[in-house]
């Protein structure tokens, strides 16, 4: 590798061959030296879980894409493919971690549940610049083109500017052609939650069992969350933290009576 | 149940035998009317992972302790458990979701891989005030009456006092006998990374693999963290939000050039 440029590690949670992650690997190829270590199947919904009960196979593979980089595709979850990828296969800390293009939103409250944003949340504990990309379009089909060239210019600014320590980002493109894009804006994650519907069920040998579905509610009507920035046409930028620490709670928490 | 006692939504990540959450039910049963909805096999590490493309099983199981409330063992994760709780068994918001108490330590960035505080989180996200336990011993053997106490004086804090929205209370115990705890400590999280080790080996097929293993490094000198507290003997308190907005960075994040 070069050593002008920069070595970004590219993973993501709907798996290596995803067409997202094909789509950002176009463009970080553009930018820097790139390894991809990936899940082999899809982890989405995996929040930040890590895999500390079962073994983790990680082995080179070649895709259509690959010449000039290498590819890892491994068994567990999006944040096992940062903690492998920076210990076993490049060993080193690489200049920037992004994971993505997801197939659907990990916008407002999504970000918890969210493999994609696990990923980049684990290379930022790491101490690794980091950015999350998801596209509002859960289709196996889903246009990843008009992302691009926002994936370049926030890619690029993380590399010129770097990110604080403990700040990594999470980027959402909204459902649309280039053309009606109007631009990325900075913003909070919405206060939002799912209302659960369980669709209840009974399998051949009598038990019941359950699919987990639900209806995004969004409580929040700033003009200044990522939810807004979606509807209204724009792509979404949130600095997200993983000090969950509620600073602004200590005070009154002191006052209670604990000890009683 | 009686009108007068809150109704209490209890779970863990250990799985639903596992000892740690029979002494927070014992707790539990002493404050108000008790069920429980736990995974039906451990579920440490698994973050804040939900179950969207399998199917979920919740039965009801009588153990020992359950003369006079219900319990059910769901298939899932600790976060499944909470949503199927509140929606298919219990067809109301509980008063208060307790998750725990976990065999090892949820402090500092442990927080973001753990279980015990994703069913916490997932509560809180609900609109539940919620709690999560755990205590800095693995073992199966941990001895879980000295955290009792304080299981108690919080719990009955919080059911007086309330939790503000979207704020949620992380819990630790330091594994001492009951005389050596200091008391109870009001702390930020600190700031901490494992750093990874992977024990790499070969399958009898000849496949390499890897199990996960760790340092758990803490880089934060501060005295008003939940690592400073446990190791000097206090249980730590510390609150937590799921509005992960790293609001510091936002003002500089939008004077980057991202449209050039």
Chains 1, 2 share one sequence.
Request: include cysteine; charged fraction near 25%.
């Amino acid at each position: 590798m070069s050593k002008e440029k920069p070595l970004i590690l590219v993973t993501n949670d709907d798996g290596i061959t995803a067409p997202g992650i094909r789509a950002l690997l176009q463009v970080m190829k553009e930018i820097g030296d790139v390894v991809v270590v990936a899940p082999d199947s899809p982890q989405s919904g995996m929040g930040h879980a890590i895999t500390i009960s079962d073994t983790l196979f990680c082995d080179s593979v070649t895709l259509k894409e690959n010449y000039n980089h290498k590819e890892y595709s491994c068994s567990g979850t999006p944040a096992d493919c940062v903690k492998i990828a920076t210990q076993e296969i490049l060993h080193r800390k690489p200049d920037l971690c992004v994971s993505g293009i997801n197939h659907g939103s990990n916008s407002s409250i999504n970000v918890i549940y969210s493999g994609t944003m696990s990923a980049a949340v684990e290379a930022g504990v790491e101490g690794i610049p980091a950015i999350g990309f998801s596209l509002l379009d859960y289709s196996l089909n889903a246009d990843f083109e008009p992302c691009k060239k926002y994936v370049k210019a926030i890619t690029k600014n993380v590399l010129k500017n770097g990110l604080p320590n403990g700040v990594v980002l999470n980027v959402n493109f909204p459902k649309l052609p280039a053309e009606e894009i109007k631009g990325i804006k900075v913003c909070r994650q919405a206060n939002a939650h799912w209302e659960e519907e369980f669709d209840k069920r009974t399998n051949p040998q009598g038990r019941d069992y359950y699919w987990l579905s639900g209806r995004f509610v969004n409580n929040d009507e700033g003009q200044d969350t990522d939810e807004w920035a979606l509807e209204n046409g724009f792509v979404s930028l949130v600095p997200v933290q993983f000090d969950l620490t509620a600073h602004h709670f200590m005070k009154e928490l002191n006052d209670w009576k604990l000890d009683e």
